[in-house]
């Protein structure tokens, strides 16, 4: 994988997105050129319309990342990358469109748009067609060697097993006399130069997943691997590098300590993330004032009770705060209590189902943004009494709120629909990735993915 601003991204990807922006450049120039050629027009140079080839490749592919293109299953699966392409190209025609009429036209001619749009599609489906199967060889995963032979080896070899794995096992090396989870494992003792085996197998990183480390570090052996170029890992950064999540089985606070995150250069991040906020916030609650306005007057047809819905949640450093939101659930769901949401919920309302789906009831928490309370981008924010029993209940709880929460998140475009203890646990895990690792790349991810979510209703309602 390259880290990409803080951000592990999969070679495979990189190497697709490449080509992909090589093939939107392409299809746009030879657009307009046929375009021109038909009105007998001078299409001049490319660097002449340099500009316009740059918008459309950047509209296209912000569209594409926005949809899913570039997720796991569109990288293993031809039909859904067909049907996420034909999605994001669509969308991104109507934002140029939308783009074009605000500059005033004659920027992007719709003829042109027509034919970039059909010759895209083509031109990025053959791409998948073509290079699809070689990202999917063994030849472009990286080979790895597990020293370990337990629970911790054996999740790692669960994980390699998924076909959108970037990694795969060539071997486990049996550290301890414990008795081994993974039976092909080869005894330490077995191996006469583990350096040189490492080298016979041609692996290029070695993960030490070892269930007790007391006694059984192999110090020597992972100096020698180290210096002969080899990329040596912790489980627990592996895991994380892999899944884009904090594993809190295996972390402790050392690790949270020692390894790479947190960092005090951010500061300059969170100054740009503020104004950002603030200018964003603005415009949106400008342009969505009428939407708030009708849907406010719907949800009091709709069902008794008061339009908006006010309350109680735990925001930066553990500060309450009120954050409003359309209502959606009757006026007596919780006249037992607080409760988890569940899926199908029976309080919701008729108009509740629709708004929570297309996330507009989610609108009137800009103003909460506005103030500085919360961000676009964040940890969910949580309710104060399932704070409380959380951080009793799950280890580093509390270090999620070091960070702002916000209207969407990693969390939210990761981890699917769920309200639990359990789930709480995985969201966290994400949670502490993006407080870990944040940086406006990731941000920017985040926003555009949420488009993806919004469209095939995925993650936290």
Same mark, same amino acid.
């Given at each position: *994988? ?35 050629? +038909?009105?007998? *027009?001078?299409?001049?140079?490319? +660097?002449?319309?340099?500009?316009? *080839? ?83 060889? /063994? ?35 049996? *550290? ?73 089985? /295996?972390?402790?606070? /050392? ?55 006010? +309350? ?52 009137? +928490? ?53 309200? /639990? ?41």
């Amino acid at each position: *994988m390259i880290r990409l601003f803080k951000h592990y991204i999969p070679h495979a990807v990189i190497l697709l997105g490449l080509i992909d922006i090589a093939l939107l450049l392409a299809v746009g120039d030879a657009s307009w050129r046929l375009r021109a050629s +038909q009105i007998g *027009m001078d299409p001049g140079l490319m +660097q002449d319309r340099a500009w316009q *080839m740059i918008g459309y490749t950047t509209v296209i592919l912000a569209a594409m990342i926005s949809v899913g293109v570039y997720g796991a299953d569109a990288l293993r699966s031809m039909r859904f990358a067909t049907a996420r392409i034909l999605v994001a190209i669509s969308l991104g025609i109507i934002g140029l469109i939308l783009l074009d009429f605000l500059m005033g036209g004659g920027n992007f001619w719709r003829s042109t748009l027509a034919y970039a749009m059909f010759g895209s599609v083509a031109a990025l489906v053959i791409n998948r067609l073509v290079i699809g199967g070689i990202l999917g060889a /063994s030849a472009f995963r990286r080979r790895v060697l597990v020293l370990g032979a337990g629970q911790r080896a054996d999740r790692l070899r669960k994980l390699s097993e998924k076909p959108e794995s970037g990694f795969v096992i060539v071997g486990y090396v049996m *550290m301890t006399e414990s008795p081994p989870v993974v039976e092909e494992a080869i005894a330490r003792s077995a191996i006469h130069n583990l350096t040189r085996f490492v080298e016979n197998l041609g692996a290029s990183e070695v993960v030490l997943a070892l269930e007790e480390r007391r006694n059984s570090l192999p110090l020597a052996d992972l100096l020698r691997i180290k210096t002969t170029g080899v990329h040596v890992n912790d489980f627990s950064s592996f895991i994380e590098r892999e899944t884009g999540r904090v594993d809190l089985d /295996s972390v402790n606070p /050392s690790w949270l300590i020692f390894s790479d995150g947190f960092s005090s250069g951010r500061a300059i991040s969170s100054v740009a993330k503020r104004v950002f906020d603030i200018a964003a916030s603005s415009l949106l609650l400008g342009l969505s004032a009428p939407v708030i306005a009708v849907f406010a007057l719907l949800v009091k047809l709709d069902s008794r009770g008061p339009a908006f819905f006010r +309350q109680n949640r735990v925001g930066l450093f553990g500060q309450p705060f009120d954050v409003i939101k359309l209502r959606s659930m009757r006026t007596d769901a919780e006249a037992n209590g607080a409760q988890w949401a569940i899926k199908d919920d029976p309080r919701v309302t008729r108009l509740g189902r629709f708004i929570r789906k297309t996330r507009i009831d989610e609108l009137p +928490q800009t103003w909460s943004v506005l103030k500085g309370e919360m961000s676009f981008v964040g940890p969910r924010p949580e309710r104060p009494e399932f704070v409380a029993d959380l951080e009793e209940q799950l280890p580093f709880y509390a270090e999620r709120h070091m960070v702002k929460p916000g209207i969407t998140g990693w969390a939210q475009i990761n981890y699917p629909y769920g309200a /639990s203890t359990e789930d709480s646990r995985h969201k966290l895990e994400y949670d502490l990735y993006y407080a870990k690792n944040y940086t406006p790349f990731l941000d920017l991810l985040i926003l555009l993915q949420t488009l993806r979510v919004v469209l095939w209703h995925e993650g936290a309602r």
